[in-house]
């Protein structure tokens, strides 16, 4: 059996999370979080205005 050469076999998700993907993550919780935000007052909106008539 050859030993292993960690020179050969590198590869790109051998350095663990890059900043991109951090950045991604980041953007997606902010992006989520604002969009439960808008939905839940939309829904809260709607009843408002059922409540009224």
Do not use: C, R
């Amino acid at each position: 059996m050859d030993p292993f050469d960690p020179a050969l076999h590198y590869g790109p998700n051998d350095a663990g999370a890059s900043a991109l993907s951090i950045a991604l993550v980041v953007a997606g919780i902010l992006f989520g979080s604002w969009a439960f935000g808008a939905f839940s007052a939309l829904i809260g909106n709607y009843f408002k205005g059922k409540k009224k008539d």
